[in-house]
């Protein structure tokens, strides 16, 4: 492992993508994004991503310069046609006109169409809480697909994220965020990466056998949903409501993509935000006061253990596999930079 400042990190991503054409401002975005997925203690939505996102860029997949527009809206509701642009740049982007109208109106639903690969949705989720608004966000198969259905014996969905963000003003925002697949795609390159094992009931091999092998996924394997039939239901509701429901299919490029599907509310919707708040403090203080199971020391919340190694991370650094580094060091030499004489500051 390497250990770098969040900063060395950030102008490792902004100096690369700058490179690759990217606009000073989206560069700044994507990079904000990668190193607080990193921060939250998610690195499979970090600089391992890079060179995918290179790649994308050479198979005219990501336009670099490309901005989002907003193609239809209505006092409640908006399409954003991502036009290609980065996924964290589209998807601040519609995030931020969701949160301006559901303020406004009091609710918002809004679509994305032409999305690339947004990474991990509590980034916009939480955008959203820091704002006093309630978002909800999910997105459908997109690229290869890579879990088989339940009962299925070949891969047909994506990982299809769902995440579920309330504001909360007295510690961190009580955020739901995970992949209906068993295991997020990025933690097996990351396991790859670290030459670690998977754990069981997560992968099944090209041949339909369990595995634990995070290479047997790279060649040909696909995950499996969690829970059973219960993340499997999650996940194909993940698809149909940012791919029939958005109306991705509708644009260019998108046959095999799924679009992004984002509802919001203003906390405050209800009753007034001190009241709010104040129901939100019992109801978590209620959950906090349970005393801890054998093996645990507390009731963590959700989003408290990335909370948690946020503070961590800011003071010790953000730990990188060896392997991850040396991949984006020759993805930047592709695009004419040198990581290895970026300097911290």
């Known amino acids: ?25 989206d560069a700044i975005q994507i990079a904000d994004i990668l190193v607080a997925n990193h921060l939250a203690g998610h690195d499979s939505h970090g600089i391992l991503r890079i060179p995918e996102y290179l790649q994308s860029i050479k198979d005219g997949e990501i336009d670099p310069s490309a901005d989002p527009e907003i193609l239809q809206e209505t006092p409640t509701s908006a399409v954003v046609k991502g036009n290609w642009s980065f996924g964290q740049v589209a998807g601040n982007f519609a ?31 939480e955008r959203a809480a820091a704002k006093g608004v309630v978002m909800f966000m999910t997105i459908g198969t997109v690229d290869r697909p890579m879990t088989a ?6 891969p047909l969905l994506g990982t299809n994220p769902i995440a579920i963000t309330l504001p909360n003003q007295h510690g961190p925002h009580v955020t739901l965020d995970f992949a209906t697949s068993a295991i997020a795609a990025g933690k097996i390159k990351v396991a790859k990466a670290k030459h670690e094992a998977l754990p069981p009931n997560c992968l099944l091999d090209k041949n339909g056998d369990p595995t634990t092998d995070p290479n047997d996924f790279f060649d040909g394997g696909f995950m499996m949903p969690f829970g059973g039939h219960k993340g499997y239901a999650l996940a194909v509701i993940a698809e149909l409501m940012s791919g029939p429901l958005v109306g991705s299919e509708y644009f260019p490029a998108v046959t095999q993509r799924s679009g992004v599907f984002i ?3 203003k906390a405050s919707l209800f009753q007034p935000m001190e009241k709010y708040d104040e129901a939100l403090q019992k109801s978590l203080q209620k959950i906090k006061a349970i005393p801890p199971a054998k093996g645990f020391t507390e009731v963590l919340l959700p989003g408290e253990p990335e909370s948690k190694m946020n503070t961590r991370r800011l ?31």
């Not at 492992?1 to 401002?25: D, W, Y």
């Not at 259905?149 to 070949?154: E, I, K, L, R």
Request: with cysteine; glycine share 8%; hydrophobic share 50%.
């Open 263 to 265: 509802f919001a509310l």
């Open 315 to 345: 003071q010790e650094g953000i730990p990188i596999p060896k392997d991850t580094w040396q991949a984006v060091r020759n993805a930047g030499l592709t695009v004419g930079v040198d990581i290895d004489t970026i300097k911290a500051v």
């Open 149 to 154: 259905p339940y009962g299925g014996a070949a």
């Open 1 to 25: 492992m390497i250990q770098f400042t969040p900063s060395h990190l950030n102008r490792v991503v902004q100096t690369i993508f700058c490179a690759a054409g990217a606009k000073e401002q």
């Open 95 to 125: 995030t931020d006109l969701a949160i301006q109208k559901a303020l406004e109106m009091g609710v918002c639903a809004v679509s994305i169409v032409q999305a690339a690969h947004t990474g991990r949705l509590a980034v916009f989720t």
